[in-house]
């Protein structure tokens, strides 16, 4: 069966800092890859999304940035946080050409 | 572009009430509508979807109907229990090129009181 893991848990940064999450996926191959940020009271918005290696798409423009390196791994980065970044950040992949998304269990991110 | 449209929470019931959240969508063509679900600390866990016009998704006691003619996707339950206290997202996922692009609503949060 296919599992996402997503880590850290949590994670508490100061403003400057650099960033890395990290998420991959088990028990499937070529599939899509999703980074959604969580803030309080906005819902869900859509960072970025990869529908192979090396390819990455960006929904806003922002402080930070994301890559695949392998095909099961999708990494969520900055170079100098900002307070605004604070959320909980999911991951979540979806099966080449289908639609339903599976999430992993999210990051909560705070930086101060 | 895309967008859904979610009544706003909390919504606060006593166990065995009947829920109803309301969910309006905006699209450009024909998708597939879903609602997911987030309990405390955790991450989203698809509840159910609706691919077509007149669907019904349904599971663990909650239903949503698509209905094109008025763009919604209401999630209803006849009995809520205080372990479906979480937040609810209406969402909606169009095919783009190759991919499948979904657009999420804010979230309801749902609280169930014994």
């Known amino acids: 069966s296919q599992t996402i893991h997503q880590w850290p848990a949590t994670l508490v940064q100061p403003v400057g800092s650099p960033l890395s999450l990290e998420c991959t996926v088990e028990g499937t191959s070529n599939p899509n890859l999703y980074w959604y940020r969580q803030a309080a009271g906005r819902g869900l918005q859509l960072l970025f999304y990869s529908v192979g290696i090396g390819q990455i798409s960006s929904e806003v423009p922002q402080n930070l940035s994301a890559s695949r390196p392998q095909d099961r791994q999708f990494i969520l980065s900055s170079k100098k946080l900002l307070l605004s970044d604070s959320g909980f950040y999911l991951c979540?992949?979806?099966?080449?050409?289908?639609?339903?998304?599976?999430f992993g269990a999210g990051t909560r991110l705070s930086v101060l | 572009g895309n967008s859904v449209t979610q009544m706003e929470g909390p919504v606060t019931l006593s166990e065995e009430a009947f829920l109803t959240i309301n969910c309006t969508y905006t699209?450009?063509?024909?998708?597939?509508l879903f609602w997911y679900v987030q309990y405390p600390g955790e991450g989203l866990q698809l509840l159910l979807k609706a691919t077509k016009a007149d669907d019904k998704g349904s599971n663990k006691g909650f239903e949503a109907t698509y209905r094109k003619e008025t763009t919604s996707f209401h999630l209803e339950k006849g009995s809520v229990q205080v372990s479906d206290s979480a937040v609810y997202f209406c969402?909606?996922?169009?095919?783009?090129?190759?991919?499948?692009?979904?657009?999420f609503g804010r979230g309801t949060s749902l609280i169930v009181h014994p």
């Open positions: 969402a909606l996922s169009e095919r783009w090129g190759g991919s499948y692009i979904p657009t």
């Open positions: 699209a450009t063509g024909y998708p597939s």
């Open positions: 979540a992949w979806s099966v080449r050409h289908k639609n339903i998304q599976y």
